[in-house]
């Protein structure tokens, strides 16, 4: 395939849609396919053949629209008809309204005009919602695959490793290292075999960013591992995808299949020398494994655990070969980077946090589901404005963001802008996106334990203070939680969060005692109600004061 | 240097060992084929048994020590036969937040189970999982393979009740049939 068979595909493709008056998407990515997404589009298939108006109106499965809690969802046209929880039963009302523009019932009518849509800047999800992540076709049609062509005919590697640079894009993963200065290393690594992997390993609790990217437009994530082998010289890529997204699994090997007989991914790329071929790992459930070493340890063939770095993988990674790793939405960013330019994508956000960011909107709030949003906005904006607020009038507690690695964010806090940094300043951390929010009826005890007893059984066991420190600092919260701790577990608590952050191996230890510090700073209280009374504010535990102060033994 | 590969027959006749020996094959025997090996035998058979594990360690000159420690290190790998229905209750984070455990107590209450155990009568197995990633369907329950949001106390236990009279419902189904 060269350039001009793929501008002909977008062509042809574009040509074909343009023959419909209307066409109605369906959602069908994983949220919605569970409340039953598919019975809704093949009603509404045959309800249009029924009346014989197969012809003039197309119903096409899409990816994810974001707001999983209204599922399922069907959009019309431009999105200017949405609707919501819509059941089999609602497709003739629904095809009336789109068609001859008859309202709809009230129950399925939503407002695209919601801030939880207008609110969002859409770059990693543009395509989200839009095409069929099983067309390859689709994709091309929406400019996809052009930034792959441009950069092996046009661009050297460098070139390309400038325009990632001036982005300013960080890895998406969690950590936020620059993603040019990680390409920049593997390209200046020596030796012949170089690898890319393409971390899908999304354990994070609370977060399915990467699981909906995957689902919704997987062919995004192809084109910038591609571009990310050329331009540190790797002609092999991995993605490690958990095996408990078997939905995102499956319409990656589609994509990878139709790619390879496209000639986009394979041998001689475009008719030019370039190389690049992507093969599947499935993960097993181990949350270490999204740690790159434990991740490398694992395409291997062996238990995930971790190793001392250095060296880097970008330098010793994957059979010992230079390694690029980046995570599923970093590889998202790429290809729209390279269309539009490295200053473009600078341009969005802050000044040390580029571009948008997508998060997992989750808990309590009305509006559950994923957004993308310029990095600096608001926490209170994201929760209040695009999420709706809290259900059933209740009070905002905190909001708890990068899973069992991240913190909790009081009240005072959310007005501070949303990028590495400040989420850093409060001792919270961006992590991979999971914004999970919480009400007064839950307890931050009780959350802390939660993380606790996830780090704990997550814990590779390969370094002490980790395996150790975590089952201690779970116990001594399990002990509170009961109200069977003293004064002397708290100050023991504090302790060991330090020496568990200080001498753990790799990123899991060194940061699950985040969830811990950041409850123990901001909600003290709550802590000193269930030792001191006997009492848990949110009713969860059930604390049973003890009389006399416990002895303190680890 | 590794020893060359050993071909040795499977641990039984079963035909399906011909599409684990097809997976190991197209991995070129390599022992870093290892979990795809190992999810392709817990895919055909349901979960991992001592033979089976012996059988893959001898085929991809893995020693059978390193084979055990995978296959235990991982979550997602059971040495356990699995109920005939399954129900996995998600304790993610937002499912969490969303009341997972009274989900995870009322199948303990109906079922007389507790996570990772099957009844007696070989019915039900209940687990959990760390996050199915569906949270904005929290919480969620996934039953024989289906995923379903919003789960309340009293949904998973008619469901979790339906599953355990199912011998019953069978042989009832059956006999209507007899009588046609």
Known sequence: MNQDDLANIAAQTK???????????????????????????????????????????????????????????VAADANEKMFREVTPADASALIDSVMDDKPAPPAIVMDPQLDFFTGQKKIVLENSGEIDPEKIEDYIAADGYEALFHVITKLKPLGVIEQVTKSGLRGRGGAGFPTGLKWTTVYKAGGTQKYVICNADEGDPGAFMDRSVLESDPHRVLEGMAIAAYAVGANKGFIYCRAEYPLAVKRLRIAIRQAESNGLLGMNIGDTHFDFKVEIRLGAGAFVCGEETALI????????????????????????????????????????????????????????????????????????????????????????????????????????????????????????????????????????GGMIVMDETSCMVDVAKFFMDFCMTESCGKCVPCRVGTTQMHNILERISEGKAGKKDLELLQRLTGMVKAASLCGLGQTAPNPTLTTLRYFMDEYRAHIEEGRCPAGICHPVKVEEEAEVGV | MLPTAKTISP??????????????????????????????????????????????????????????????????????????????????TACHIKGASMLLNAVTEEAMIKPGETTANGNLSLLTARCLGSCGLAPAVVFDGQVAGKITTESIKRKVHAFLAEDELDSETLSVEEHK
């Open chain 1, 15 to 73: 040509q074909n849609d343009n023959r419909y008056d209307h066409v109605i998407k369906v959602c069908v990515a994983a949220g919605c396919l569970s409340a039953n997404a598919d019975q809704v589009k093949t009603q509404l298939e045959s309800e249009l053949k029924q009346r014989g108006l197969e012809t003039c109106c197309k119903v096409k499965g899409v990816g994810c629209m974001g707001l999983c809690a209204a599922g399922p969802l």
């Open chain 1, 297 to 432: 340890g694992s395409i291997e063939g062996g238990r995930g655990t971790p190793r001392p770095r250095p060296p880097f993988p970008a330098q010793s990674g994957l059979w010992n070969a230079p390694t690029l790793i980046n995570n599923v939405e970093t590889f998202a960013n790429i290809a729209p980077i390279i269309r539009r330019g490295g200053e473009w994508y600078a341009s969005i956000g802050t000044d040390k946090s580029k571009g948008t960011k997508v998060f997992a909107l989750a808990g309590r709030v009305n509006n559950t589901g994923l957004i993308e949003v310029p990095m600096g906005i608001t926490l209170r904006d994201i929760i209040f404005k695009l999420g709706g607020g809290i259900p059933e009038g209740r009070e905002f507690k905190a909001v708890q963001s990068g899973g069992p690695s991240g913190g909790c964010v009081p009240e005072q806090y959310l007005d501070i802008p949303v990028d590495y940094d400040s989420l850093a300043s409060v001792g919270s951390i961006m992590g991979s």
């Open chain 2, 11 to 92: 641990p039984s006749e079963d035909k399906r060992w011909k599409i684990v020996d097809g997976m190991m094959r197209r991995h070129g025997h390599e022992p870093h084929a290892l979990i795809e090996v190992l999810h392709t035998v817990q895919e055909t058979f349901g979960f991992l048994t001592d033979d089976a594990l012996k059988y893959v360690a001898v085929s991809l000159r893995v020693p059978y020590s390193k084979v055990y420690g995978v296959a235990t290190f991982y979550h997602f790998f059971t040495m356990k036969p699995p109920g005939k229905h399954t129900c996995v209750v998600c304790t993610g």
